[in-house]
């Protein structure tokens, strides 16, 4: 009797164990226990620690409340400007509610990872490329409320959402090479024109400085001539001296003394402007009517040594020169028939 009464009791330990160890759990610390009594809702969300079900008529459903990180793969669409790009992104959420992540939808992971795929597709259709590449907070701020609004219904937070790269096709990047490198030569010519702009300015202003004090000027000579001579691999050749450009400086200075016009020339004589008074004296000593053989010996007549007529008007008499004579032999001459034939 007592042997069946000790073997009772062993077998009810043994079912007791058996029962305890198939209704016991553990929930830990960063998850939450749903229990489904009868395919139904039971109760509230069992903490963390230990925990007792019903076997074989309670399921107990553990849900991660940790930040899940959850990678979007690419996705290949054509922008707003007609351009075709890949973007993937990854998204951070957790689960706030985890009744309604185990009873509102299937696998919420995968629920969040679908919409984040088509949110994505409609952010890059909605976008330029210029915001895709610059613009990005905007673009995460938008894409995250579209992920949010019905993640909420799933119990599920989203955090943050972040798009990671943007591929462009290779013809679109060496487009963009070239229109960044021709945007940087445009700044590069603004910016050595300006320079030059300045230094014209100053040089403008030096030039002036020195024009007003030459000494300057010289001095400014003086240090190039040391600055070149310093370096002891060319050679420095000074065609003339300083005092020589000072002294046609001060001869540049000086006002010109105009020089009287010149007296034309009669045609057809040689005669020098010296000797058209003389001949003028000549003429008006002859008497009215004589020829020019007259006027001849009458030249030949001074040139031997006969006085010399006085001058009309008490005019004092002034000597012939015989190179002022012979000028006008000369003409009268050439103008005097030749002798007849024989």
């Not at 006027?295 to 040594?305: M, Q, S």
């Amino acid at each position: 009797m007592l042997q069946d009464l000790l073997t009772a009791v062993i077998a009810a330990g043994c079912t007791g164990l058996v029962y305890l160890s198939a209704a016991a759990r553990v929930v830990k610390q960063y998850e939450r226990g749903v229990v489904l009594r009868l395919g139904r809702f039971a109760g509230g969300v069992r903490p963390p620690g230990f925990t007792m079900i019903i076997p074989f008529v309670d399921r107990l459903y553990k849900v991660n409340l940790q930040i899940v990180t959850l990678p979007i793969p690419a996705q290949e669409g054509i922008t707003r400007d007609n351009v075709t790009v890949r973007v993937d992104a990854v998204v951070y959420f957790k689960v706030v509610d985890p009744a309604s992540a185990v009873i509102q939808v299937e696998d919420y992971r995968f629920a969040v990872s679908q919409m984040a795929q088509t949110s994505l597709r409609s952010i890059i259709g909605k976008s330029d490329l210029d915001d895709l590449l610059s613009n990005r907070e905007k673009l995460n701020q938008g894409l995250e409320l579209m992920i949010d609004s019905p993640a909420i219904g799933w119990g599920v937070q989203i955090d943050r959402v972040e798009i990671k790269d943007v591929s462009l096709p290779e013809s679109m990047k060496r487009s963009m090479a070239r229109q960044a490198e021709a945007d940087r030569d445009r700044r590069a010519r603004i910016i050595n024109a300006d320079a030059e702009f300045q230094a014209s300015k100053k040089l403008a202003e030096a030039a002036q400085q020195m024009a007003d004090t030459p000494a300057a000027l010289q001095l400014r000579l003086l240090q190039t001539v040391t600055a070149v001579a310093a370096e002891k691999n060319s050679t420095l050749v000074l065609p003339f001296p300083v005092e020589l450009l000072r002294f046609l400086e001060k001869a540049q200075g000086q006002p010109q003394v105009p020089s009287a016009p010149e007296t034309p020339r009669p045609l057809g004589l040689t005669t020098p402007p010296e000797t058209t008074a003389e001949t003028a004296a000549v003429d008006a000593s002859a008497p009215a009517g004589s020829t020019e053989a007259e006027v001849e010996g009458a030249g030949e007549a001074r040139l031997d040594g006969e006085p010399e007529p006085a001058a009309l008007d008490g005019a004092p008499e002034a000597p012939l020169d015989p190179a002022s004579i012979a000028p006008v032999r000369a003409a009268a001459d050439a103008a005097s028939p030749g002798p007849p034939d024989q």
